[in-house]
């Protein structure tokens, strides 16, 4: 069967606040909630899918996971039953406390627990970003010793019932006239002891190790973005589920282009004969360099736009644009020469200032005003 959308299980729209997701969430889960429907076998279907749907969608980086990748995003494996008693717990404590005056219904239930979730931040240059980008990276994990499969006990040795406890592990302690159990401080409570340790692990029954891990990020992602690579987070608790990993996108400034969403901006300089006769110039793009037909007259601030020419989002049908911002450059370290024709431009063009500088002549018309008043 299909899962079906978080959305559509909780009955909320996909722009949905989190106090409306967390009304519908108590809505659903009360009408379904096994302790509430002892003969409907399928109550407790109901709930689960209830509760998997809340906690994806209660958390805002699961929540954007899904909203980008949908189940794929989420957890292929997920809502096979796994912990349908282990999950009730936690979030249940959170919102159900305060309805059923924090009684959880159901003894027996075992500590499991899922294994946290690791972050691993990520640093994208914008055109990594842009294109996709494949990578393999290396996190710390921890795994069985093989040298004892776990146990933590020498070869050919095993652990042996605590003498100081005798197995118990606790110990009884008098002060005074009271006696108080304690932990006991030589096998932590284990009740048993090593004698002769592993020497790979030093009895601990575990190793670390680096785990290489092969990371696809989308072409589009931005600043905030995570991929979630299901099942690589910590180990779980008891055999609970491990966590998920969710590499976090962060993007590095660009030399050239600024990006606002699926656009790009970027400064293009000219300089004054270009503007004031106009021509082609060639500017960069992601994908290689662009012309643009800079007409005569050309102001500083004038914006060109090059349809198609941003990032095409992981989430968009389409890609940005590409916003080049004009500036008109005063040009420097100038020689003798050419001070000397422009010396000549000038007094050419004061003789007609207001027909050849329409801004400054407006300016100081409007200067004027304000002075007389
Ligand atoms: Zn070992
Ligand atoms: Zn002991």
Excluded at 30 to 40: I, T
Excluded at 99 to 111: E, L, M, N, Q, V
Excluded at 193 to 203: L, V
Aim: proline share 6%; with cysteine; hydrophobic share 30%.
């Amino acid at each position: 069967m299909a899962k079906r959308d978080y959305y559509e299980v909780l009955g909320v729209n996909r722009d949905a606040s989190e106090e409306d997701i967390k009304k519908a969430y108590r809505r659903h889960a009360m009408k379904w909630h096994p302790d509430r429907n002892p003969d409907n076998p399928k109550a407790e279907d109901h709930f689960k899918e209830c509760k998997e749907a809340y906690e994806i969608l209660a958390d805002a980086n699961k929540r954007a996971a899904y909203d980008q990748f949908g189940h794929a995003g989420i957890d292929p494996h997920a809502g096979g039953g796994a912990g349908a008693g282990a999950g009730f717990g936690d979030i249940f404590s959170d919102i159900f406390s305060d309805i059923f005056g924090g009684a959880r219904g159901g003894a027996g239930r075992s500590t499991v627990f899922r294994g946290a979730d690791l972050r691993y931040n990520m640093e994208l240059a914008l055109e990594q970003a842009a294109h996709g980008f494949e990578t393999k990276i290396r996190i710390p994990a921890a795994a069985t010793c093989e040298t004892c499969k776990g146990s933590g006990a020498r070869a050919g040795s095993q652990p042996t019932s605590c003498p100081a406890c005798r197995g118990a592990g606790q110990v009884r302690i008098s002060q005074g006239p009271f006696s108080i159990a304690q932990t006991c401080p030589r096998c932590h409570g284990s009740g048993s002891i090593i004698p002769n340790p592993c020497a790979t692990c030093s009895g601990t029954g575990r190793v670390k190790l680096q785990k290489t891990l092969s990371v696809k990020i989308p072409p589009g992602v931005d600043e905030g973005d995570r991929v979630r690579l299901s099942g690589e987070g910590e180990p779980g608790v008891n055999g609970g589920p491990p966590g998920d990993l969710y590499v976090q996108v962060h993007i590095k400034p660009h030399a050239v282009f600024q990006r606002d969403h699926d656009d790009l901006h970027c400064e293009m300089p000219i300089s004054i004969s270009t503007a004031a006769l106009g021509g082609e110039i060639s500017i960069p793009t992601l994908d290689g360099s662009a012309k643009i037909r800079v007409p005569a007259e050309t102001q500083s601030g004038k914006t060109f736009r090059l349809k198609g020419k941003g990032i095409k989002g992981v989430r968009s049908q389409f890609p940005g644009d590409l916003f080049c911002h004009v500036v008109v450059e005063t040009p420097v370290s100038l020689t003798e020469r050419q001070r000397q024709l422009l010396r000549e431009f000038e007094s050419l063009s004061a003789q007609d200032s207001a027909r050849h500088n329409p801004r400054a002549k407006g300016w100081i018309d409007k200067m004027k005003e304000f002075f007389e008043g």
